[in-house]
């Protein structure tokens, strides 16, 4: 029988260990994709009265959550940490939420990012991995009756010989005044005051954003399949900008929703406010800018790109460059919808937002990689992007990877996809 019928995302139910409840991650009734994803729970017998979000005060979008065996708590981890302001913006940690009160204790240090909880039997234990800022993770045991954590393994212990860049949280005043984070990853030795290359690193999403680690954007899951190869650069000498604008992780629902019908304007200017922030603190080497990224971050690309001649390079991987074609051919285009609207009621505001209608405009040279099966984002974006640029006479190099999908999880693959 029907447990809760209510509009929206309802899912990943589990019964308490007492048969009591079940908890469930749900939108809370909103129907659309632009929203938290909160951690709810309903009496086992589906009585309405009984539904209750015990993480709303977080907007947490929750991708992980155990019960405790006693069934009085929940231990959950946030994907996207949607009301973690400033620096705690790029942590992932496990918290503990009380049933009854609804209470909600962290578990795991501040500064790392967590995933795959797992409890004892009598409760005392939580097992997990724990990824710090410069390592790749590890698995980690908690003592629950103290917080001790003890580290299990060493799986990249090679590290510890590697002289590694520095990877910190920045912030910056945008054009509106509103306060912006990102993180900032500095070459190994670097001193303040040196000018060097900086390369913009836009993330994916939008709803997304960057953590702590070794490959900031994709730590939760296997790192190989982070398209660029950050700490390589770091070591070449070049700072990595990554930003966090509005419109991702950081700022709670309302700032997903302020870039709703508007991709490529406050978002970009929240972006290009960071590059002339580190160029005044005299870090950034305004002559020698590059940019990047995948996927929504891809799209950030193309149009970064198609409105300013700033960066002398930029690479754009798996990027959507028409709005209207992504949501006549993606697998997921219905998400066009809910930022723009249907193309027959929006089309010239999907047109007016995508990079292929500003195309004229590209002076950066650009690298096009995409994977042959991608069908978040078709393959026949990057073609129509990089025909046009032929056919404008720019400077632009087309690479497409067979087997590839949205992310490359073949490891041949992603080494290719990161050398050039």
């Known amino acids: 029988?029907?447990?809760?019928?209510?509009?929206?995302?309802?899912?990943?139910?589990?019964?308490?260990?007492?048969?009591?409840?079940?908890?469930?991650?749900?939108?809370?009734?909103?129907?659309?994709?632009?929203?938290?994803?909160?951690?709810?729970?309903?009496?086992?017998?589906?009585?309405?009265?009984?539904?209750?979000?015990?993480?709303?005060?977080?907007?947490?979008?929750?991708?992980?959550?155990?019960?405790?065996?006693?069934?009085?708590?929940i231990f959950f981890i946030p994907y996207e940490q949607t009301a973690g302001t400033g620096d705690l913006m790029f942590e992932q940690p496990i918290n503990r939420v009380f049933v009854?009160?609804?209470?909600?204790?962290?578990?795991?240090?501040?500064?790392?990012?967590?995933?795959?909880?797992?409890?004892?039997?009598?409760?005392?234990?939580?097992?997990?991995?724990?990824?710090?800022?410069?390592?790749m993770g590890d698995v980690y045991l908690t003592d629950l009756t103290n917080g001790r954590a003890s580290r299990l393994t060493e799986i990249n212990s090679e590290l510890r010989s590697l002289e590694l860049g520095e990877l910190r949280a920045v912030h910056w005043k945008s054009f509106d005044g509103k306060e912006i984070w990102g993180l900032l990853l500095t070459p190994p030795g670097y001193k303040p005051g040196q000018r060097i290359p900086l390369v913009v690193y836009c993330h994916g999403g939008p709803i997304g954003g960057f953590t702590y680690g070794i490959f900031p954007q994709f730590m939760h899951i296997p790192g190989q399949v982070d398209p660029y190869p950050s700490e390589a650069m770091?070591?070449?000498?070049?700072?990595?900008?990554?930003?966090?604008?509005?419109?991702?992780?950081?700022?709670?629902?309302?700032?997903?929703?302020?870039?709703?019908?508007?991709?490529?304007?406050?978002?970009?200017?929240d972006i290009m406010a960071g590059v002339d922030a580190m160029i005044a603190q005299g870090l950034a080497d305004p002559e020698r800018l590059g940019v990047m990224g995948a996927s929504y971050g891809g799209y950030m690309t193309s149009w970064i790109v198609t409105q300013t001649s700033r960066f002398k390079a930029a690479s754009t991987g798996a990027s959507v460059n028409d709005l209207a074609q992504e949501y006549y051919l993606s697998d997921a285009g219905d998400f066009i919808v809910e930022y723009f609207g249907l193309p027959w009621e929006a089309?010239?505001?999907?047109?007016?937002?995508?990079?292929?209608?500003?195309?004229?405009?590209?002076?950066?040279?650009?690298?096009?990689?995409?994977?042959?099966?991608d069908h978040r984002v078709p393959l026949s974006q990057a073609q129509a992007f990089s025909k046009a640029l032929k056919g404008l006479k720019k400077t632009v190099e087309f690479e497409i990877f067979p087997r590839g999908g949205h992310v490359n999880f073949e490891p041949p693959l992603e080494r290719e996809y990161m050398r050039r």
């Open 1 to 73: 029988r029907t447990l809760v019928a209510r509009p929206g995302m309802n899912r990943a139910l589990q019964f308490s260990p007492d048969g009591k409840w079940v908890a469930f991650i749900s939108t809370g009734g909103y129907d659309g994709m632009v929203a938290a994803e909160d951690l709810h729970i309903v009496a086992a017998d589906g009585r309405l009265e009984t539904i209750r979000n015990l993480t709303g005060a977080r907007e947490a979008w929750v991708g992980q959550f155990a019960w405790a065996p006693d069934s009085r708590s």
């Open 234 to 269: 770091a070591s070449a000498g070049m700072a990595i900008l990554f930003p966090m604008p509005r419109g991702g992780s950081g700022y709670g629902t309302a700032g997903f929703r302020s870039i709703i019908k508007s991709w490529g304007e406050a978002d970009y200017k």
């Open 100 to 135: 009854d009160s609804s209470r909600i204790v962290p578990v795991t240090p501040p500064r790392t990012v967590n995933y795959s909880p797992t409890l004892s039997s009598d409760g005392r234990y939580l097992a997990y991995k724990s990824v710090e800022n410069r390592t």
């Open 347 to 373: 089309g010239e505001l999907l047109a007016a937002h995508s990079p292929i209608t500003h195309v004229k405009n590209v002076e950066t040279p650009l690298l096009i990689q995409h994977g042959e099966n």
